[in-house]
């Protein structure tokens, strides 16, 4: 059965076998995008998400930029981020939202929280809760 799948797959065309990698890697990236999104406070080693894809680092690295357009680190904050700021919306203390978003530090939080999204997480509740004020989510 193998040696029969493998002379199948050598008979392809090779606009269908790159057509059949092109799925294949999509569906690795969603895996590794799916993971960071069920679990955004894990701290994600780029080689713990290549094997995942069970791509090399570098290709995987490539491959995941060129799909989302952006490095799979700047997605992995982002998601943090996300979550951060849904927990400030939620009422929780900051300090709170530091260490449920994963944060050790409410500066390094702090910090990257700002250059983010453009302001503290303190400023950004008051945003929301305006915003909500005013029907927006």
């Known amino acids: 059965a ?13 606009a269908e076998y790159e057509a059949a ?3 294949a890697n999509m569906a690795a990236l ?5 993971a960071i999104d069920l679990d955004p406070c894990r701290k994600w080693e780029v080689a713990d998400l290549a094997r995942i894809a069970t791509m090399s680092r570098f290709y995987f690295q490539h491959q995941f930029k060129a799909r989302y357009g952006m490095p799979v680190r700047q997605y992995a904050m982002r ?11 939620g009422g929780l203390p900051i ?4 260490y449920g978003a ?17 302001c ?5 509740r008051i945003w929301a809760a305006s915003a909500s004020d ?3 989510p």
Do not use: H
């Not at 193998?2 to 090779?14: D, E, L, P, S, Y």
């Not at 969603?30 to 799916?34: G, I, P």
């Not at 503290?120 to 950004?124: D, F, N, R, V």
């Open 79 to 89: 998601s943090r981020i996300e979550l951060a700021c849904n927990l400030v919306e």
């Open 21 to 23: 990698c092109r799925i």
């Open 2 to 14: 193998v040696w029969g799948g493998m002379m199948a797959r050598i008979k392809q065309t090779r």
């Open 102 to 118: 994963g944060y050790l530090s409410a500066g390094t939080f702090t910090t990257t929280f700002k250059r983010l999204i453009g």
């Open 30 to 34: 969603q895996r590794v995008k799916d």
């Open 120 to 124: 503290p997480p303190t400023q950004y």
């Open 95 to 98: 300090l709170d939202v530091t």
């Open 134 to 136: 005013l029907g927006r």
